[in-house]
T-cell receptor, first 115, second 113 residues
């Protein structure tokens, strides 16, 4: 899983509560990403950040928020506005540059269950 | 929206056989990548092929790209039980500095010992 850590591995929350998922990387990568994965599905992009203090919405940003105050950290908050938050959440990072090599490095994921 | 569509959705083979997985996409791309995911884990990058390349090898992996047909294939030769995993193709569209990947739904590969 490279130099990316996500915590916790499993997370349970009650309906109506906000919860924050942690993502930290020590790869000195500029770009970071949050994905959601549902059973039998591919990854869908929630938010991404190309540089500190800047981020953009992905395909399914509603009900989520992020911050990028430090290069190595990109926390994701799942708010009570997210109607179906139970899913597997994956964080990734990538060195930003003009080179067309664009592989992403993934963390081990956090499985969120809403009770 | 999901750009890549993998085929088949599931594949079961005997150890030692070759596994071929296909991916089709809809729009122009900068490059196409294949990733592997073991159950309950993060994704691991396998191989990247640029839009101006037609074939690439890495160990037991061979990937091809046909931009005229907007399709790619991943071949795993001499498969092993440890190759059992889900495989995803991901396309990097021509979005410049804000490049981002779009993933398909994945192929579940089972290799029987």
């Amino acid at each position: 899983d490279g130099g990316i850590t996500q915590s916790p591995k499993y997370l349970f929350r009650k309906e109506g509560q906000n919860v924050t998922l942690s993502c930290e990387q020590n790869l000195n990568h500029d770009a970071m990403y949050w994905y959601r994965q549902d059973p039998g599905q591919g990854l869908r992009l929630i938010y991404y950040s190309q540089i500190v203090n800047d981020f953009q919405k992905g395909d399914i940003a509603e009900g989520y928020s992020v911050s990028r105050e430090k290069k190595e950290s990109f926390p994701l908050t799942v708010t009570s506005a997210q109607k179906n938050p139970t899913a597997f959440y994956l964080c990734a990072s990538r060195p930003r540059g003009r080179d067309s090599r664009n592989e992403q490095f993934f963390g081990p994921g956090t499985r969120l269950t809403v009770l | 929206s999901q750009q890549g569509e993998e085929d088949p959705q599931a594949l079961s083979i005997q150890e030692g056989e070759n596994a071929t997985m296909n991916c089709s996409y809809k729009t122009s791309i900068n490059n196409l990548q294949w990733y592997r995911q073991n159950s309950g884990r993060g994704l691991v990058h396998l191989i990247l092929i640029r839009s101006n390349e037609r074939e690439k090898h890495s160990g037991r992996l061979r990937v091809t790209l046909d931009t005229s047909k907007k399709s790619s294939s991943l071949l795993i030769t001499a498969s092993r039980a440890a190759d059992t995993a889900s495989y995803f193709c991901a396309t990097d569209a021509l979005t410049g500095a804000n490049s981002k990947l779009t993933f398909g739904k994945g192929i579940t590969l089972s290799v029987r010992p």
